[in-house]
């Protein structure tokens, strides 16, 4: 379950699209125009059995083939969604937009082998793509190729300045590299340049994450008290204002955030294990056992211990 939802995040982040969908338009046939249509409104199964139906009358029909790559793609389907590349690639070879759906559908197979390579197809098509270069360095971040990421976002920030999600990446980059100062000014930037309306909740949750590691949990409150805001449903950044106020030995505080992240997470053990914790602290020794217990069947059942942390979708091409 954690696993298709790590898939899914990354997928929301880098890849929602309205770009991807006036590439295909452009590229598909007038024929195609009803199937464009029901794809622009969102009715996913109807553009689906359209393109099946088309295609039956027009198997070389790359366009066709192509479009219903990109339709089963936004349905989650990677690799039904493949084989259509497959099948179109036949007829034509696809453009970098098609390119970059192929490489999408890697990202939710976990291949991020072959999505790197299929972004970095795209990249040396259009250098001057700022997106395809953020994409590009989150693929190489999932690989732990944490320089090479760094760079694809520096080439992101280099077409477009203030770019929100590519400044916070570059920030995780860094992280990982141990350069937690460039980290954590890559953070700031990147909740300075959403202004007085931040919709992005994950630069606020990385600061206040590495200001916690920094032995300055004072200061990472407010922060992810914004990130809890801006997205309450998140589990994550309810186990780090957790353990915010563990550190500050608010343990009432840090029991009401743990209780909230294991509501929004119940199958993660790692959570149960610090709210048993907070519990035992606070000598809640029945309430204590009863999260252990929880803990250790979920490890036996080999459940997550990772919490999820979901992306907030942001557009195909920043504005």
Known sequence: MAKMTLRLQLAA?????????LAFGQAAANPLAETREYLA?????????????????????????????YVLFREQKAKESLAEFTEGAKFRRPAAQELETVASDYVLLDDFADADKWFTEVVAERPQDDHAWYLLGRTKYKEGRYEEAV??????????????????????????LNKLDQAGDAFQKAIEWQGDRPVNPQPFLNLGTLLIVQEQAAKAVPLLEKAAALAPENPTIHEQLGAAYTALNNLPKAQSELQAAVK??????????????????????????????????????HSSHDTPNPFQPVPDKPQ
């Open 13 to 21: 982040l880098a890849f929602a699209s309205s770009g991807a969908l």
């Open 41 to 69: 409104s969102g009715r996913l199964a109807k553009s689906e059995s359209t393109l099946h139906l088309y295609l039956s009358d027009h198997p070389e029909s790359a366009d066709a083939h192509f479009l219903l790559g």
């Open 151 to 176: 760079a694809s976002f520096e080439h992101a920030l280099a077409q477009h300045p203030k770019y929100v999600e590519a400044e916070d990446n570059l920030g995780l980059a860094s992280r990982e």
């Open 264 to 301: 929004l997470a119940p199958d993660t053990s790692a959570l149960h294990f610090k709210l048993g914790e907070i519990y035992r602290k606070q000598k809640m020794r029945d309430l204590a056992q009863q999260e252990f217990a929880i803990c250790a069947k979920l490890n036996s059942t």
